[in-house]
């Protein structure tokens, strides 16, 4: 067993996250929330009154020196009389210089693991593979801990302590936490107290036996799911796997209780000895929940001696007693086991031991998650050297940030047009659970190359770190970057200055929080003479995720273009303020742009008649103001809606449809799907499109000469004759209008070649369109998009008619 190894179960010993199973099960914990204990608080208030602080357990100036054992025993109790597990055991020096606050030393620590079972069942230990260094790093730093009233419990470590050894000390500290209870209070048992400890703060039974003087000894229980920092922890697995997220509900399947037993002294009250055990039993193949898949965590402390001390210092920095996550890393960062590993499993052809190919893999895929990133950054390019396709299938497997890393370097060396680089990074940027370490290597990826799949996938990335973690330094990078891509007033290059501004949007609220000056760059990009409309409405849609404060409003009132006025508005009444609302009666009454009037009224309307909660506060703003809407559907902007409510549960689809006023297409068309549910909110989907310059497009395609009436008269000649006479009259009807001169059907395929040349020819009009799926935008579209798309398809299809033409000819020539 490496050392790595060892610690790492001496950290599980006593966060009780255990191996389960004579495999590796690891143990998941998992949580429910103290809603419902909570509502029992009120009727402990009487006995909170009297749970202080352990200022009566121990008391100012005192040492109190303990001998501190825990093991864990993993086995299938009733199926086999094999275990393992480690053990752990310290002397424990508690000072206490002030009042509630603890200062605690462990020295003289040993590491032992179990080899073998005697003849009555009893585990044999001997000393584990790097016990020393454990000793020397428990013994390294001391600990200082502050308790204030009833759960709150700060640690103060050291500088550099590693987080594996300060939840060890976390383990410690949470056994010797027992209240000090008076016999006013031991009437009702048994007396439920809410006790923090490594899990979170638990609700836990006492029962307390009284000896002739004072309390004496003193037994808890407590069911280890309801205590609050209880969770599922994540494991790395394959980005692959078919069944992934499991961790929770899979947790659930597990049984978790401790009961703990403690003795007094009968005048100073301090502990002078306790025991704790904690049982994980697997509820699936267990016997009355006590044989089966098992994990039995047992932890003693023995009061030796106590004494006084003079030391009344205490300074620190804190963290909480909740255990801390910490990462699976080798403690000997080396290249050389992932190279001698690969190289065995690609020679392994050559040899007579395929069968061993699966366990080499697994074996390979472990190692590189055991490596910090700076070491499988710079080990890629070897392991490439050796076998480009087993790199690539290690650390698609791995699954850790450290392995993404990887990848992403690679792909940093790839020529810069390739479009699977893009496709792959694009992909990255759909995890539902970024690193830090995965949003640097994205940031890296967009400064080498800002294609747009790329620039995606790292606003998308960062919006999900953001939730999870807030603002990191990774964060702030990034907006340094969109900053720079911006410059002071969007005066750069068009394209990418739009790709910017919309990938700024999708990760608006980190922008905002990692920097505000973010919003004034906006703004001089909204204003900005030099650049496109589309630049102008970008920069304006980014606020969509973003504040609007009182410096941002003005701004936006004081525009005049009627596109960016209706952005504008759209922005505004995402949140509506008392202010916005007397914008929006002078829209309704005094508005001289009918698109304009006609949008904003036809969304008042809509606000009114719905469910939302923006109703009272609109009709009490606008008050006797004439709120009516239009039904001319085909020349004038309209908001639509449609709701459907039931219970709890209400679906809306809502559209808008803008008009240009010198134009007889809309200029803008959006159409969004919600639901609410259960108290939650969700953007099922979103389909926006904007442009203008189609009406050339649209007489190509339908007008009197167009490709698809000229294509339906021809049908129709070719199909007389051939239908029912009943059929042919309802034709002749209903499509006369559609009839031209008789013409051979085979022109209709070149017809269609005439078609997308005259597209081509044709100036492309400004259009982008763009999807929105469950929250996530996932890319757009725009017309030089679709010009380069068009393109590709003539050249392909011209070639497959010369190439069918030749295989034609040659077919009739071989035949006769």
Not at 446 to 453: D, E, H, M
Not at 475 to 480: K, L, P, R, S
Not at 646 to 669: C, M, W, Y
Not at 736 to 757: D, G, I, R
Request: with cysteine; hydrophobic share 40%; proline share 4%.
């Amino acid at each position: 067993m490496n050392p790595q190894n060892v610690l790492y179960c001496a950290l599980k010993t006593l966060s009780v996250q255990q191996i389960m199973t004579q495999g590796s099960i690891l143990r998941q914990c998992a949580s429910d929330s103290l809603a419902a204990v909570g509502k029992r608080l009120s009727s402990l208030s009487l006995k909170k009154k009297n749970l202080l602080c352990l200022a009566k357990r121990y008391k100012n100036f005192g040492r109190f020196v303990y001998n501190y054992e825990a093991e864990t025993l993993n086995s299938v109790n009733g199926a086999s009389d094999d275990k393992s597990g480690p053990k752990v055991s310290c002397t424990v020096e508690i000072d206490v210089p002030q009042t509630c606050r603890f200062i605690v030393r462990t020295t003289d620590c040993s590491l032992s693991e179990i080899t073998d079972v005697d003849h009555e069942g009893n585990p044999v230990y001997r000393p584990a593979a790097g016990s020393e260094d454990f000793k020397a790093a428990m013994a390294k730093n001391i600990l200082k801990v502050a308790v204030e009233g009833l759960t709150d419990v700060k640690l103060f470590p050291e500088e550099g302590e590693p987080v594996n050894i300060l939840n060890i000390k976390r383990g410690i500290i949470s056994t010797l936490m027992v209240p000090e209870i008076n016999k006013e209070e031991t009437k009702e048992m048994p007396l439920v107290v809410f006790q923090p400890t490594v899990h979170g703060v638990c609700s836990s039974d006492f029962t307390i036996n009284l000896g002739s003087d004072a309390t004496t000894e003193v037994t808890i229980s407590r069911d280890l799911s309801k205590c609050d920092g209880f969770v599922a922890r994540r494991q790395n697995t394959s980005p692959l796997a078919l069944i992934s997220g499991m961790n929770y509900p899979l947790s659930k399947l597990i049984s978790s209780t401790q009961t703990c037993n403690y003795k007094f002294d009968n005048q100073k009250k301090h502990v002078t000895s306790g025991s704790c055990t904690e049982k994980h039993i697997f509820l699936p193949f267990s016997y009355k929940k006590e044989y089966g898949i098992s994990a039995v965590v047992s932890q003693t402390v023995m009061l030796r001696e106590t004494s006084k001390i003079n030391d009344r210092i205490f300074d620190h920095t804190f963290k909480l007693l909740s255990m801390d996550v910490t990462d699976d890393k080798s403690p000997v960062q080396t290249k050389d086991a992932v190279i001698a590993t690969m190289q065995k499993l690609n020679t392994l052809s050559e040899t007579n031991e395929g069968e061993e190919r699966a366990s080499l893999f697994h074996k390979l895929v472990s190692e590189l998650r055991g490596l910090n990133a700076d070491v499988l950054a710079s080990n890629v390019d070897e392991m490439m050297s050796v076998s480009s396709i087993l790199t690539w299938q290690a650390l698609v497997q791995c699954g850790t940030p450290e392995c993404t890393s990887g990848m992403l370097k690679i792909l940093r060396n790839f020529d810069h047009a390739a479009y699977d680089v893009d496709a792959f990074v694009y992909a990255l940027g759909m995890l539902s659970n970024p690193s830090r370490l995965m949003v640097l290597d994205m940031l890296a990826m967009a400064q080498y190359k800002q294609s747009k799949p790329i620039m995606y996938a790292l606003s998308n990335a960062v919006k999900r770190l953001y939730k999870a973690e807030g603002v990191t330094p990774e964060i702030t990078a990034v907006y340094e970057y969109m900053a720079d891509l911006l410059g002071a007033d969007c005066a750069g290059e068009k394209e990418l200055t739009f790709l910017t501004l919309r990938v700024v949007g999708i990760m608006g609220d980190a922008m905002e929080a990692a920097n505000p000056e973010i919003k004034n760059i906006l703004l001089k990009c909204m204003r900005q003479p030099a650049t496109t409309l589309s630049v102008q409405l970008s920069a304006i849609q980014a606020f969509r995720r973003m504040s609007v404060t009182d410096e941002v409003t003005p701004t936006f009132l004081s525009i005049s273009n009627f596109v960016k006025r209706l952005a504008a508005y759209l922005i505004l009444m995402r949140d509506p303020q008392d202010s916005d609302f007397d914008m929006v009666k002078k829209l309704l009454t005094q508005e001289q742009n009918m698109q304009i009037k006609a949008f904003v009224s036809s969304h008042i309307h809509n606000i009114i008649n719905s469910t939302e909660s923006q109703t009272k506060k609109i009709l009490q703003a606008l008050g006797n103001t004439d709120i009516s809407t239009h039904h001319d559907y085909t020349t004038k902007s309209r908001n639509y809606k449609l709701g459907i409510a039931h219970k709890n549960t209400e679906a809306s689809i809502q559209g808008n449809v803008i008009f240009d006023p010198n134009n007889q297409l809309p200029r803008e068309v959006l159409l969004e799907t919600t639901l609410k549910a259960f108290g939650y909110s969700l953007d099922i989907w979103e389909f926006g499109m904007e442009g203008k310059g189609f009406e050339p497009t649209i007489e190509a395609l339908f007008g009197e000469n167009g490709f698809f009436p000229d294509t339906i008269s021809k049908a129709l000649y070719w199909a007389e004759g051939k239908m029912p006479p009943e059929i042919q009259e309802v034709l002749e009807k209903w499509v006369a209008p559609f009839k031209s001169e008789k013409q051979n059907v085979c022109t209709y395929l070149y017809s269609a070649f005439a078609l997308l040349s005259n597209l081509q020819s044709q100036e492309s009009p400004e259009a982008m369109a763009y999807l929105n799926i469950m929250g996530t935008e996932l890319g757009y579209i725009k017309g030089n998009d679709l010009k380069f798309i068009i393109e590709n398809v003539i050249i392909n299809a011209r070639t497959f008619m010369h190439h069918s033409k030749v295989l034609f000819c040659t077919t009739v020539f071989n035949i006769f």
